[in-house]
């Protein structure tokens, strides 16, 4: 019984782990924009960010992976940099200021599209094989064009103005703070394509990091030394920017609230729920929960931020959804023949399907011959 109520928890606990971690980044998103909307630079809250993640990961890695860390190579660090660049720089930098030009919740919705982003990714770097005889592969093609068509939606048709129950009566002191940012949100094809760039970043460090875990398989370390190398890349660029000595300053409001809580929660937790997940079911199946996230971001951003939710957002956010579920789809549909596979041929679970997806790939290419 015992056996097999840990098994039971062992199935449920990727799944656990992804949906604290939406509920996690839904929380990101509505702190920045209300940070952002005070007029704190993005830079600094980038730089900020990443340097209390790695403050706050750095006890963990030492105390509970100092026996278990593997030797740093040259070709870690160097992948180390590189999704240290990926994440605080492009994905961040670029979220933040897309998000500026349109709102939180737009942006949520259209983060929708890092799946289909990461396995056009992967079939480019032959992480992936698609082969269209097949119903799962017609299914990850389809999804990856459904959910652009949902983006493009988005960025074209705004329409008017949804009305939510709760949204009728709006806080007056609110809808003034909201109310600065309103000349920024009409460069909205502007403000869709640093979001769509934030994405490939972001679909990027996914890849990249479902690779160096295989070869660093430190959980907390690997996530500390990504902050850290955040923190020394962006500050550079922060420094760069940002002259003034008031732009660094913090105060008891969310100038403090969001890179505590962005640090902890988004560069710290987040990378490292991330790793766990990966290592058994890959880099698509972390993704697959964002419409979970957006909901909370649109219900919680019209609420607190007073968003407007606009019928355009409605509609290209459930067709990204439903594009979305069809890549999803399919790459389940891959996790299991290659289980299955394996399991018959007395062999490990593979740790990360998009890699195993090869598997089935290349069975499609023998029953073809």
Same mark, same amino acid.
């Given at each position: 019984m015992i056996g097999m109520n840990a098994n039971i928890m062992s199935k449920l606990k990727p799944y656990i782990l992804v949906v604290c971690l939406q509920f996690g980044m839904a929380g990101i998103y509505v702190i920045s924009m209300a940070t952002l909307n005070r007029g704190m630079s993005r830079y600094v809250l980038i730089v900020y960010r990443n340097a209390v993640?790695?403050?706050?990961?750095?006890?963990?890695?030492?105390?509970?992976?100092?026996?278990?860390?593997?030797k740093m190579t040259l070709p870690v660090a160097m992948q180390i940099m590189v999704l240290?660049?990926?994440?605080?720089?492009?994905?961040?930098?670029?979220?933040?200021?897309?998000? #500026?030009?349109?709102?939180?919740?737009?942006?949520?919705?259209?983060?929708?599209?890092?799946?289909?982003?990461?396995?056009?990714?992967?079939?480019?770097f032959r992480m992936e094989r698609v082969n269209l005889k097949r119903v799962r592969g017609v299914a990850k093609v389809i999804g990856t064009l459904v959910t652009f068509a949902g983006a493009l939606v988005m960025t074209l048709y705004k329409g008017p103005i949804v009305d939510f129950f709760w949204t009728r009566k709006t806080n007056h002191l609110v809808h003034s703070a909201?109310?600065? #940012?309103?000349?920024?949100?009409?460069?909205w094809v502007a403000g869709t394509l640093f979001i769509l760039l934030a994405c490939v970043a972001w679909s990027c460090f996914?890849?990249?990091?479902?690779?160096?875990?295989?070869?660093?398989?430190?959980?907390?370390?690997? #996530? /500390?030394?990504?902050?850290?190398?955040?923190?020394?890349?962006? /500050?550079?660029?922060?420094?760069?920017?940002?002259h003034r000595a008031s732009s660094w300053a913090v105060g008891w409001d969310s100038r403090l609230l969001a890179p505590l809580y962005t640090g902890i929660v988004g560069s710290g937790i987040t990378y490292y729920f991330q790793a766990l997940v990966m290592k058994t079911r890959g880099p698509v199946f972390v993704t697959a929960f964002n419409p979970l996230c957006m909901v909370v971001v649109t219900i919680i951003s019209s609420i607190i931020l007073a968003e407007k939710i606009h019928l355009g957002s409605v509609i290209g956010a459930i067709i990204i959804a439903i594009g979305l579920y069809?890549?999803?789809?399919?790459?389940?549909?891959?996790?299991?023949?290659?289980?299955?596979?394996?399991?018959?041929?007395n062999a490990a679970?593979?740790?990360?399907p998009i890699t195993a997806s090869k598997l089935p790939a290349e069975q499609d290419a023998n029953e073809l011959h």
């Open positions: 993640a790695a403050l706050f990961l750095a006890p963990f890695a030492l105390i509970f992976e100092r026996k278990t860390r593997p240290g660049f990926l994440e605080p720089v492009l994905d961040q930098g670029f979220g933040y200021l897309g998000m #500026s030009y349109t709102s939180a919740s737009f942006t949520s919705a259209i983060m929708n599209a890092v799946p289909s982003i990461t396995f056009i990714i992967a079939v480019v909201s109310a600065a #940012s309103a000349a920024a949100n009409q460069h996914y890849v990249l990091q479902s690779v160096t875990v295989k070869r660093y398989p430190a959980e907390l370390s690997l #996530s /500390t030394l990504i902050c850290m190398a955040g923190v020394v890349q962006t /500050t550079v660029i922060a420094v760069a920017f940002e069809s890549v999803v789809w399919g790459k389940s549909k891959d996790y299991s023949t290659a289980a299955g596979h394996l399991e018959k041929s679970v593979p740790e990360l």
